[in-house]
């Protein structure tokens, strides 16, 4: 059974950094695509950031300059580096992975952003 575990939300001040990690296990093929996606108090689930396996990025706007997404194939391992941070980005952060065509996700991580 695939399972992605998120680990790295914390509280953090206005122009702090993060770093998120979310680690895949249990696949027996390859992963796919892999990706950040929020929701923040009131509002829908918000695509952040996404990486192909060959390591091809995407971002939403909101994120563009402050944030970058990686991934560490070997470890089935996808990372969201979150620099100046905002109180608008404080979410549950989840990691998103495709595997053999099935999505799965993780439980998501909690990011406060606020002084």
């Known amino acids: 059974q695939v399972q992605l575990v998120e680990s790295g939300g914390d509280l953090a001040q206005p122009g702090g950094s993060l770093r998120l990690s979310c680690t895949a296990s249990?696949?027996?093929?390859?992963?796919?695509?892999m990706g950040w996606y929020r929701q923040g108090p009131g509002k829908e689930r918000e695509l952040v950031a996404t990486?192909?396996?060959?390591?091809?990025?995407n971002y939403a706007d909101s994120v563009k300059g402050r944030f970058t997404i990686s991934r560490d194939n070997a470890k089935n391992t996808v990372y969201l580096q979150m620099n100046s941070l905002k109180p608008e980005d404080t979410a549950v952060y989840y990691c998103?992975?495709?595997?053999?065509?099935?999505?799965?996700w993780g439980q998501g991580t909690q990011v406060t952003v606020s002084s």
């Open positions: 998103k992975a495709t595997i053999k065509y099935n999505i799965y």
């Open positions: 249990g696949s027996r093929f390859g992963i796919g695509a």
């Open positions: 990486i192909t396996s060959a390591g091809s990025t």
